[in-house]
């Protein structure tokens, strides 16, 4: 198990699926946690991260439309709430389906402002604050093996997901010497809430193109951000961690 003990993680969008996986996962290595999302405080979310004694704090907030001042205020609250910031995970994140032909550009920039600008932002007011702080912190992005391979259907969200992978590059470069790590996991197919929706024949030509055979468990990838959150990966920046069975090699 990875220690996280003393550690404060702001994680976006964790109400759901692979945000609450990462969020259970860096709560059970001790981290405290500071969660932001649109919806009303969940307290399913809330008792499940308490009970792995640590502390948390729900923070509400709509990231679909960022700004600097929203981000500023957001890392505000955290100091005010627990004094300082080791880890940050950027989770939300949304997908629009249209044919590329049909695409809507309100649906474009509302895809691209939450998953890619919004990551931008938070990351910058978070560094800030990392840097003012003057200990190492842990910057990590979801991305998506969709952002390395493209989808039909998907032009939106593959451009904003290979958007965060640039991203987790650059920022890396620059906040090495601050020793901050940026680094990033690309998911492949994972059992969530999003992917029971799809149709068996979907599934079907999903798993085909999956090397291992199956689709991933949320676990996988709270499995990969705890690691990449920990002491045992201060070595690593700069890195997309695909967690896609082998889709992307």
């Not at 992978?165 to 990033?184: H, Q, Y």
Request: aromatic residues 6%.
């Amino acid at each position: 198990m990875f220690d996280l003990n003393g550690k404060v993680a702001i994680v976006t969008g964790a109400n759901q699926g692979l945000g609450f996986a990462m969020c259970q996962g860096l709560a059970k290595a001790g981290a405290d946690i500071f969660n932001i999302g649109r919806r009303e405080d969940d307290h399913v979310i809330r008792e499940a991260i308490e009970k792995e004694g640590v502390k948390y704090h729900y923070y509400r907030a709509d990231l679909s439309n960022p700004t600097v001042e929203k981000m500023d205020e957001i890392v505000e609250e955290v100091i005010k709430v627990y004094g300082h910031v080791d880890i940050l995970l950027n989770n939300a994140g949304a997908n629009i389906r249209e044919p590329f032909l049909e695409y809507d550009v309100k649906d474009w920039d509302y895809i691209l402002n939450l998953n890619l600008k919004s990551i931008f932002l938070l990351s910058q007011s978070v560094a800030k604050q990392m840097v003012t702080q003057k200990t190492k912190g842990k910057i990590i992005n979801i991305s998506s093996v969709s952002g390395v391979t493209g989808n039909a259907g998907q032009a939106n969200y593959s451009a904003s997901k290979a958007g965060v992978i640039g991203l987790t590059k650059s920022a890396a470069r620059e906040l090495a010497s601050r020793g901050i790590t940026v680094n990033a996991i690309a998911p492949g197919f994972i059992n969530t809430e999003m992917t029971e929706v799809l149709s068996e024949k979907v599934k079907e030509g999903a798993t085909a193109q999956i090397p291992l055979g199956k689709f991933g468990e949320t676990e996988d990838i709270a499995n990969a951000a705890a690691f990449l959150a920990s002491d045992e990966a201060r070595y690593i920046t700069g890195q997309t961690l695909h967690v896609d069975g082998g889709m992307a090699m």
